[in-house]
């Protein structure tokens, strides 16, 4: 799979929160329809958002899945545009790379969170760490402690949340 596939944070989608940019009206009845269906699904990936505890992370397929609807780029355009309502430096690609031109004001949240990280190589560009997506993924169970990737043992708190496979 493709980095833009697993993460939807491609090369043309703007990074998370940025805010809402200046929307002209649609020009048609589909693409109106279209457009007015955005909010609402708009407004759930950003409830599952801010269901992310603190130190813990998701990335943009598991919110897709957890929705059941729409897939990473989805997940990613909504965050691009509405994310700065919401904690926007708990949703991630799935490598655990940070958000290009984002990096310092996510990684100071995740020090101050107390998120799993995992530095750089000196190789890398910037040695900027990445998350540690083993230890940081949250499941969306019951669990939002550090307790490890997909939270504690036992019956989930939401049956149709990820599961604990990994997610593109």
Do not use: C, K, N
């Not at 990074?15 to 909010?39: I, N, R, S």
């Not at 949240?109 to 910037?126: I, K, M, Q």
């Amino acid at each position: 799979m493709s980095q833009d596939q697993t993460d939807g944070g491609g090369s043309g989608t703007a990074p998370a929160g940025t805010g809402p940019p200046e929307h002209a009206e649609p020009a048609g009845d589909a693409e109106t329809a279209a457009y007015a269906e955005l909010p609402e699904y708009a407004e759930r990936v950003l409830d599952v958002a801010d269901l992310i505890p603190p130190g813990r992370v998701m990335t943009y397929g598991d919110i897709a899945e957890w929705l059941g609807e729409g897939g990473p780029r989805q997940v990613g355009r909504t965050m691009a545009l509405y994310g700065s309502a919401v904690p926007w430096w708990r949703v991630v690609r799935a490598d655990g790379t940070l958000l290009p031109a984002h990096e310092l004001r996510a990684l100071d949240h995740y020090r101050a969170e107390g998120t799993p990280l995992r530095e750089a190589s000196r190789r890398a560009e910037g040695h900027i760490p990445r998350i540690d997506m083993r230890r940081a993924r949250w499941d969306g169970g019951g669990s939002g402690g550090q307790a490890g990737a997909t939270g504690e043992e036992g019956e989930r708190e939401h049956g149709d949340g990820p599961g604990d496979e990994a997610h593109t």
